[in-house]
């Protein structure tokens, strides 16, 4: 753009002011020859989004350094200055921020000028009251924008008059607050000293009272203070911030600058000014205790707490050790620590991430100062409620910790367990605590408890946490500490074992142990499953199971010195040394690479349950006896087989009785067991016997599992939970809350609990022996009768017969409970031996074993469907549907030998059959179906004579094999005159049937699987297409057949003549069917004949692609004798919401037969007979009014429109009987590529390139379709049904080569459509390639 002339621009006016003044002033003029896209600057510049302010502001910056004389630079401040007084609050920083960045930009540009126009645009004095507002804001944006350019501070002239300014703007405190002295203070701390010497007297007052009347005032002073002392001492002499009576008056500075940071929830730079000036002067002990503690925290107000919270995370880094130390022992931590126990509800306000991040941050600038770091870990974890820390055992902030201090902290917690100081912890209790509890059940006992139990869990969670760098001596300690302290106790101390030293202050009791136990197997399983993949945790390649194995056998050794707390029994050593020399021997295998990992997965059971041997010696016992026989069976099993098994026939088999141990240590809740289980079970699965697996089976059976409780013992930790339960509920009781609600609960017990026939006999016979129901004597007599001691007595009758009912009622409830629980742990149980069925189902999918997990699993997939209510029957249900239909049903692999099998497999196909088509519910009846299609699967690609060959192994899922010769069948297992009947009475009842669970997706699997079962099916489809049969039954023939004619492999198992006698069968029954079209009443009629429509054109496309010989003219007749129904049912306003659907579909078979659509007439809304309007219309249409004018007009337009003749095209069908095309995209193609077609009465021309074709009733119309015209292409289907990828590559086929030679012309090479025409990508270039023959036919 060229430059223009320099001449003053101002704002824009408004179009109005301009029409007023009755031309254009100046800056109008030269505001018009600016571009648009310099002024569209200034509008990005005020949007809120921040990429495109910075990308508009630096925009603006490159157009005007290419133009810095012109009149833009003019405009530009002008216009910027103008908008820091805009109304809108969020646009004021955005022009600030951009004035600032000129300004640094161009820095001949004098920052007085600007300051001085800015003053004069928002002149306070001249401004009016409801602009004052704006016109503040706008000079302190004014102020700050020179601020942020970074040039106010070499104009000492522009910044001696922004000080003056902002104090000036400090006097309207009501609108910006201690914006302007907040804003003075950031200007006072980046001027060097010598100005702020000079500035210094003209904006501090040498007055206490000043400096500590507002927080901005204060941070002057403190601001002063640090960079010009001296000239603060000769401004206000000396000066003793922190003397007595200035003590109250920073409290309450700080108090206010609290809450002025209430929603920023940040820490404000006065307080941490005030500490560091504190520290400096060696007057933090004072500022602490006065200020802080006695200050701020007497005001009980939540914005001062936090606070101090703030300061004393951001004063950690600079305390002393001793000044730390005092800090974290008094009142503020005190309170700190209430706040952790009392914020525990989802809506309060928590302070401790913000309170790590501190510690965090201390932690890792100090990497270099353990003593620190240990000092102030123990500190936080010092501080206790009632003995129980208020830091959570899994507090992260130790991964800062360095490896001495990280010792350090476990060898703190450890002395701590051993020998409780109580006194040196910092404790407390809430208010709540101290008024429900009583002292007497709140002794030292108990505090001591909490403590230990805290920090046996802290102990685990620091080996468990991942982010700790831990040594390898360290996790052993902490094990070894653990299993010690769990299982065994001291006798003489000895130097070979560390843990023998470690001596208690107050001795553990078993509630204690009972925690260190459960605490050891859960770092047992941390250790197992974290480290199992880094053999550099240790050093020798041992597991962490087996060197606690180890260190318990040197424990055992040495009897003199340490005990167990329950010895062990003569038996129970040597089953102990027997497993010790067994896991010798494994590990000799181990190094073998074929049984290594058999091996190693038994070393872990083996392992396992040894260290359960001190849990529970009995049970673990028997379970390593056992273990130990079926190992040593399995690994000589190879050489001995056939001797060990006629050495003892009665002795079951060893995979039976590990399979037992496996189902009994699942019934613990214990994740670690389950891992190994699966672990173990993996490796013995390919061994699994009928028997064995029945077992499985019974714990999955809901009768066997239920009425059968004897086998399986299923475990629960309920005394541990009770205990953790109980010991939170003492910590917030309230005896009279709990007096109310157990009176409440036993009197809605009384209230809901069901009176049985025999305590109404009761209380009928305790009444009538007290006379209290009154009899034949009168009123008076029953009064004389019933004296004192009788009423006594009945009344004592009547509380002791409701006190056996209530307790009655009681007894009821618990067994409920009972039941309900022991079904909880059953269901559980359940999910985990689910795990073995998944590893069968993985590991040894080829196995014939896996065919009897059918019917189970169908099983429990029913039964959890219909009771599917609590979470955990979701979660059964979930995992069975996950194995059955992922792991069995899709496997890529499937068993290939079942020729031992076979007459069992065809009674289960039809059972499964049956009990598909007799379910509820269709979603159970989909899993009964499929798994009937997974024995013909298997009895497909199972041979009888020969084994199968490996590529038939690896197909996919789902999938039916290639088609295979028809001398192939022989070979295979399956008889389709066995399944025939099965499916084909399927298949007939679920077409005849009101309400049948079958559905179609489970026919067209079956029919794309199994082909030549497909074809035997066809003739029951083919019946019920028409007849006596339900409509809704007719249209799900129809659907079935036109998917199942449309597939591939159905055609390649007909022969042409059978293929064409059988299409021609189908197109008689669609004929038949289409007779009744236009006629229908009800909507599964409706569906009935867009059903009928869909398989006829289907039909069309097949004769047209294979070019069969097939008399079209019957249907030709039928189509054209239905026209005038469908012509004459849509004006009546009731036609269903498919109907333009169905004229598409019944125009598409109209023009296959040579028949062209007529063009469609768009007729105006006065021709259209006016119908009764709807409610809805009527509301809209009383809204609003039309002036007298345009009623006018639109009557004497009706009139002229009543009065013009009819369209004289006889053939032309009644308005709304053409709905328009669907094909909206075809549509403008062909506009687009068709200009020169005229448009009737307003409409476009139809899509046909000939505007001469016949119509429905003319009588040049073609007897038959097998005489069709040469060069004739399909129309595309407006709305047509999608059909499967082999029809649709059928129809690209076909358009590609389009017909010359007719219907019956002369035979060709059967098309062979391969899968991989099923290519989204090939369908994408067939239409392409469509699209560039219909550009070059239209071409002139």
């Known amino acids: 753009m060229a430059a223009m002339e320099s001449q003053d621009v101002g704002e824009p006016t408004s179009p109005a002011e301009a029409r007023k003044g009755g031309a254009l002033p100046a800056d109008r003029q030269g505001l018009l020859k600016h571009s648009r896209e310099f002024l569209d600057f200034f509008w990005d510049i005020a949007k809120p989004q921040q990429e495109t302010r910075l990308e508009a502001t630096e925009k603006l910056l490159e157009y005007l350094r290419t133009r810095p004389e012109g009149s833009e630079m003019k405009y530009a401040l002008k216009r910027l200055i103008t908008g820091l007084g805009v109304g809108r609050e969020t646009a004021r920083p955005c022009y600030s921020l951009a004035l600032a960045q000129l300004l640094q930009s161009f820095e ?71 914006q302007p002295q907040k804003a003075l203070v950031d200007i006072l701390s980046e001027v060097p000293e010598a100005m702020l010497q000079e500035i210094l007297p003209k904006v501090l007052k040498p007055d206490m009272n000043s400096v500590l009347s507002s927080p901005e005032h204060l941070e002057l002073f403190l601001l002063a203070q640090q960079k010009v002392p001296e000239k603060l001492k000769k401004l206000m002499g000396s000066v003793n911030l922190f003397s007595t009576e200035n003590m109250p008056r920073l409290v309450t500075v700080l108090k206010t600058a609290a809450i002025a940071v209430k929603k920023e929830r940040r820490l404000p730079t006065v307080a941490l000014d005030l500490l560091r000036l504190a520290q400096k002067e060696d007057k933090f002990l004072q500022f602490w205790k006065e200020v802080v503690e006695q200050g701020l925290l007497q005001k009980h107000s939540w914005p001062a707490s936090y606070l101090c919270f703030r300061l004393l995370g951001a004063a950690l880094p ?39 991040e501190y510690v965090g941050a201390f932690l890792e600038g100090c990497q270099d100062d353990p003593e620190r770091q240990l000092a102030m870990v123990v500190a936080f974890t010092s501080v206790t409620n009632q003995g129980l820390p208020v830091m959570p055992t899994f507090w992260r902030v130790v991964r800062f910790l360095s490896s001495p201090a990280l010792k350090g902290y476990v060898a703190w917690l450890q002395d701590m367990f051993l020998q409780p100081d109580l006194d040196s912890l910092v404790d407390f209790s809430t208010t709540n605590q101290k008024k429900a509890q009583e002292a007497s059940l709140h002794g030292p006992e108990r505090a001591m408890f909490r403590l230990r139990k805290w920090i046996i869990l802290r102990l685990v969670s620091i080996v468990d946490n991942l982010h700790v760098e831990k040594e ?171 001797r060990s098994k006629a050495a003892n026939p009665q002795e079951p088999p060893w995979v039976e009785v590990l399979v037992e141990i496996l189902l009994a240590l699942l019934a613990q809740p214990s994740h670690l067991i389950r891992q190994v289980a699966r672990s173990v079970f993996s490796h013995v699965c390919s061994h699994l016997t009928p028997h064995a697996l029945q077992l499985i089976l019974n714990v999955l059976s809901p009768d066997k599992s239920e009425d059968e409780d004897d086998n399986v013992v299923v475990m629960d930790d309920c005394e541990t939970q009770l205990e953790n339960e109980e010991d939170k509920s003492e910590d917030n009781k309230n005896s009279e809350s709990e007096e109310g609600s157990d009176e409440e609960e036993s009197d ?110 169908l099983n429990i997939i029913r039964r959890s469907m219909r009771s599917s209510s609590s979470k955990q029957e979701q979660d059964l249900l979930h995992k069975t549907a996950r194995i059955f239909t992922h792991h069995l049903c899709r496997s890529r692999h499937y068993c290939h030998d079942v020729s031992n099998h076979v007459e069992t497999l065809y009674p289960q196909v039809e059972r499964l059959v049956q009990q598909a088509g007799h379910q509820a519910d269709s979603s159970i009846s989909f899993y009964y179906f499929n798994a009937s299609l997974y024995l013909l699967r298997v009895l497909k690609g199972s041979t009888a004579d020969r084994p199968v060959p490996k590529t038939q192994k690896k197909e996919k899922a789902g999938t039916d094999p290639s088609t295979k010769p ?269 200009p020169a077609q005229s448009p009737v009465n307003g409409t476009p021309a139809a899509k046909s390139p000939t505007s001469e074709l016949p119509t429905a009733t003319s009588p040049s119309a073609p007897a038959k379709a097998s005489k069709l015209k040469k060069n004739r292409k399909l129309p595309q289907e407006n709305g047509a049904t999608p059909v499967s990828p082999v029809e649709a590559a059928s129809r690209k086929q076909h358009q590609k080569e389009p017909s010359k030679t007719g219907v019956s012309g002369k035979p060709r090479k059967k098309a062979r459509l391969s899968l991989a025409a099923r290519s989204p990508s090939l369908l994408r270039s067939g239409a392409s390639k469509r699209r560039a023959q219909l550009r070059k036919g239209r071409k002139p």
């Open 472 to 642: 390898e001596a360290l996790v052993e300690e902490v094990a070894r500490f653990c299993f010690f302290h769990a299982f065994f106790e001291t006798k003489t101390p000895t130097a070979k074992i560390l843990e023998t030293e470690q001596r208690f202050s107050f001795p553990l009791d078993s509630r204690a142990r009972q925690v260190v136990s459960s605490a050891f197997f859960s770092l047992l399983q941390t250790l197992s499953t974290q480290f199992r993949q880094a053999p550099e945790q240790t050093q020798d390649k041992q597991s962490w199971t087996y060197r606690l194995v180890q260190f318990a056998d040197m424990l055992l050794n040495h009897g003199r010195n340490v005990t167990a707390l329950a010895p062990f029994t003569m038996q129970q050593r040597q089953a102990w040394d027997r497993m010790l020399q067994t896991l010798k021997e494994l590990e000799a295998l181990s190094s073998e690479a074929k049984a290594k990992a058999k091996a190693t997965a038994f070393q872990h059971l083996l392992l396992l349950v040894a260290i359960h041997l001190f849990k529970s010696p009995v049970e673990s016992c028997d379970i390593l006896g056992d273990i130990q026989t079926c190992i040593k069976k399995s690994l000589g099993e190879r050489t001995r087989r056939t």
């Open 966 to 1234: 028809k001398g192939s069948k022989a070979a295979s297992c399956l008889d389709l005159s066995l399944v025939t009947p099965i499916y084909s009475s399927a298949l007939t009842s679920f077409l005849t049937r009101r309400n049948s669970p079958l559905a179609v997706p489970m026919f067209l699997s079956l029919f794309s699987r199994h082909p030549a079962l497909c074809k035997s099916l066809l003739p029951i489809m083919v019946q019920h297409v028409t007849g006596q049969t339900r409509p809704r039954h007719q249209v799900q023939a129809c659907i079935l057949l036109q998917k199942a004619l449309m597939t591939r492999e159905l055609r390649l198992c007909f022969e042409d003549p059978e293929w064409e006698q059988l299409i021609g069968q189908v197109l008689a029954k669609v004929t038949e069917n289409l007779r009744g079209l236009g006629k229908a009443q009800t909507k599964s009629e409706q569906q009935k004949e867009l059903s009928s429509l869909e398989l006829l054109n289907a039909l069309f496309r097949i004769v047209n692609h294979e070019r069969l010989t097939v008399d079209l003219t019957a249907v030709l007749g039928v189509l054209q004798s239905q026209q005038s129904n469908l012509q004459h049912r849509q004006p009546q306003g009731e036609p269903f919401a498919g109907f333009s659907r169905l004229y598409d579909l019944y125009w598409q078979a109209m023009r296959v037969l040579g028949v062209q659509r007529p063009k469609s007439e768009k007729k105006d809304a006065k021709d259209i007979p006016s119908a009764t309007p709807s409610p809805m219309s009527i509301k809209r249409k009383k809204k609003g009014f039309l002036p007298e004018t345009k009623k006018r007009k639109l009557e004497g337009s009706a009139e002229e429109e009543a009065a013009k003749p009819a369209a004289p095209n006889g053939n032309q069908a009644p308005s709304g009987a053409q709905p328009p095309s669907t094909g909206k995209k075809k549509r403008k193609r062909v506009r687009s590529k068709v």
């Open 318 to 356: 600079l305390l002393s050790h001793e000044q730390l130390q005092l800090v974290m022992q008094g009142d503020l931590i005190r309170h700190y620590g209430e706040h952790m126990v009392t914020s525990k509800l989802p809506n309060q306000f928590k302070f401790a991430p913000e309170m790590n």
């Open 748 to 857: 809605e017990e009384a209230r809901d609990g069901y009176v049985d026939q025999g305590f109404r006999e009761q209380l009928m016979a305790v009444l009538q022996a007290g006379k209290a129901l009154g009899g034949v004597d009168s009123e008076d007599d029953n009064e004389e009768e019933l004296g004192d001691e009788a009423m006594m007595a009945l009344d004592q009758n009547l509380s002791s017969l409701f006190a056996e009912q209530k307790l009655r009622i009681q007894a009821r409830r618990d067994e409920k409970n009972k039941l309900q629980k022991e079904k909880m742990l059953r269901r559980d149980f359940q999910i985990r031996v689910l795990d073995l069925i998944e590893v069968l189902v993985t590991k040894q999918p080829e196995n014939p074993l896996v065919l009897d997990l059918l019917e189970p699993l």
């Open 108 to 178: 001949d540009i004098p920052l007085c000028s600007i300051l001085q126009q800015i003053q004069e645009k928002h002149d306070l004095q001249k401004v009016k009251k409801a602009m004052m507002r704006p016109a503040l804001f706008a000079n302190l944006f004014g102020v700050l924008a020179l601020f942020q350019s970074g040039r106010l501070m070499k104009d000492p002239e522009a910044l001696m008059k922004s000080v003056k300014l902002l104090q000036g703007l400090a006097q309207h405190h009501n609108h910006l607050q201690e």
